[in-house]
């Protein structure tokens, strides 16, 4: 019988974390790398797993309790036969037998005195998964504490995975490709200098098997049985996993407070996620996939008066009549498809919007110009067909506004069309006709489009591939749209510009002040796929086109 004593592993950075579960009760046997309690920090949840195989005697730390790394948490006896002898032997034999074995263990010790270290990965800020671009050491190789063992990259950041110990590589447990999360399995280290330490431990390990031996042993030989005079931590043990205490109704879902918390903030009632953790722990990225495909599950048929679903919660029914005269109207079927897709949109897009003036005095001049030829070709022009060109020009120069979000969430599409949506207020409500590839149209044929789709829109005859097909769309408010808005994306778009009423502000030329005609422009964008950089670029390039026409030509 050995008993050994478990400590608390790196942590990665973090000086103390929460005892937050205790998985096992005395007496229960284990496996290595079976979950002995759950540790958390104020950034990441993590198992602590059991470095032996054996049977718990005891925890050393109680649930709550704040520990550091080395700090012993557990108690573990690695032989599941008991040590005790029931026949005593004779004073003789007490007495020469434990000096026999020790010399004999510290011999058995001599050609295994290396000891492993496993190297995990520390705490990287989230439960998520990172890939492992980069393997830094070969088996065999010397390594020093802090030496690069392999690299991790997100979709943010590169991070280097250091060792904790210097030693020697026995085995890489991860491979390029692989994906890791805090506490993954990296390598294994023959840590230097181990044998005195190996040597010594055998002493000992012999020694108390030896007494052990006597006929007192019983009460050693059985970890199980209470311990109330050396375990202080006994009594605040729990028979099995509970967790957010504080929440009574809770009590009967297997998760963490960090956990807890996200559930809360999404609206999300646990009791309906399956947990993918040890023993059935629900982790963040279960609330997280609860509520994707209870998105994905709606089908686009999210109710607008009872709330989104998924967790969201719902809007109250008030009885309106009670204020005064009322009337309930049917919404059309525009309506109600323009509603779904204005919550879909904006509860799946992570939204940005940016704002700036574009300089449209030379643009609107030259437009009032046309209007004679106009007249002659039988065609309108507005400034809605100068902002479809720009926008299609802006899109081939910033093709990143030209993409849109693959399914799995792991690819994206690059499209080589350019389509631009124009959204048209209707009796019947919001429609978007898509002019179809209008980087290669000039002003008057996409005036052209505009008139005819936005009279097809108005009597209600345009045909499903009118509206299909966008990579943009261009939402005008004209004379009615104030100094602003912020519009929703349409997805599976990742931008939209968003139009106000244009007026005359005074402009500083360098030595005076002129009046010119300004446009507030609106450009929302899906952060997922968009960056500020990306949207800066594209929202400086479009203006210059519409402040310098002459830009459209090259």
Not at 151 to 159: F, G, I, N, R, W
Not at 206 to 224: C, F, H, I, L
Not at 313 to 326: K, N, R, S, W, Y
Not at 334 to 357: C, E, G, S, Y
Request: net charge negative; aromatic share 4%; charged share 25%.
């Amino acid at each position: 019988m050995a008993i050994e004593i478990v400590t608390v592993p790196d942590l990665g950075g973090a000086e103390s974390v929460d005892v937050i579960e205790l998985n096992l009760t005395p007496g229960d046997s284990l496996e290595p790398e079976d979950s002995l309690l759950v540790l958390e920090s104020d950034k990441a949840t993590m198992d602590v797993p059991s470095p032996y195989a054996g049977t718990l005697v005891k925890y050393l730390v109680a649930d709550g309790a704040t520990v550091k790394i080395g700090d012993a948490i557990a108690e573990i006896e690695t032989s599941a036969e008991a040590a005790a002898d029931p026949e005593p032997e004779p004073a003789k034999e007490d007495v020469v037998e434990p000096v026999a074995e020790v010399s004999e263990a510290v011999a058995e010790a001599e050609p295994a005195a290396a000891s492993e270290q496993l190297i995990v990965v520390p705490d990287i800020g989230s439960d998520d998964e990172i890939d492992v671009i980069e393997i830094s050491v070969a088996v065999g190789d010397q390594v020093e504490e802090g030496d690069t063992l392999i690299v991790l990259e997100s979709d943010k950041a590169t991070m280097d995975v250091p060792s904790s110990h210097a030693g020697t590589v026995l085995k890489i447990l991860a491979s390029e490709g692989d994906k890791l999360r805090t506490g993954g399995q990296v390598a294994m280290l023959e840590v230097a200098g181990a044998a005195v330490a190996v040597k010594e431990k055998a002493v000992e390990e012999v020694a108390a098997e030896a007494v052990a031996a006597k006929p007192v042993a019983p009460a050693v030989a059985q970890p199980s049985a209470p311990q109330p005079s050396t375990n202080t931590a006994s009594p605040k043990i729990p028979a099995a996993p509970v967790s957010g205490a504080e929440d009574p109704a809770a009590t009967s879902v297997y998760a963490g407070p960090s956990v807890r918390l996200l559930a809360r903030e999404l609206g999300v009632s646990l009791d309906k996620v399956t947990g993918t953790g040890p023993r059935g722990r629900i982790q963040k990225d279960d609330v997280n996939d609860y509520v994707k495909n209870a998105l994905s599950n709606s089908s686009g048929d999210l109710s607008i008066t009872a709330g989104g679903g998924s967790g969201i919660p719902a809007v109250p029914a008030v009885d309106f009549t009670q204020f005064g005269e009322i009337e309930s109207v049917k919404l059309s079927k525009i309506q109600k498809l323009t509603a779904n897709n204005m919550q879909r949109n904006w509860l799946n897009v992570p939204h940005v919007t940016q704002f700036d003036d574009a300089d449209i005095t030379e643009l609107e001049d030259f437009r009032k110009s046309l209007k004679a030829e106009g007249e002659k070709r039988g065609i309108r022009v507005t400034p809605v067909a100068f902002l479809i060109k720009a926008i299609a020009t802006s899109l081939q120069a910033n093709p990143e506004f030209n993409r849109s979000l693959a399914g799995d969430g792991e690819h994206y599409v690059q499209k080589h069309f350019v389509h631009v949506g124009m959204a048209v207020d209707t009796p019947r409500g919001l429609v978007v006709p898509v002019i179809k590839n209008a980087d290669e149209k000039g002003i008057w044929e996409i005036s052209e489009d505009i008139m005819s789709l936005a009279g097809l829109a108005r009597e209600g005859k345009l045909k499903p591939s009118d509206m299909q097909g966008g990579c943009f769309t261009l939402s005008s408010l004209g004379a009615i749209g104030g100094t602003g808005f912020t519009p929703i994306v349409n997805s599976p778009e990742v931008g939209i510009l968003g139009v106000s009423k244009s007026q005359i502000k005074p402009h500083w030329n360098g030595s005076e002040f002129v009046p010119r005609l300004m446009l507030p422009l609106c450009l929302s964008y899906d952060h997922r796929l968009i960056n500020g950089g990306d949207a800066g670029r594209f929202m400086t390039h479009l203006v210059k086109l519409l402040s310098d026409i002459r830009y459209l030509a090259l």
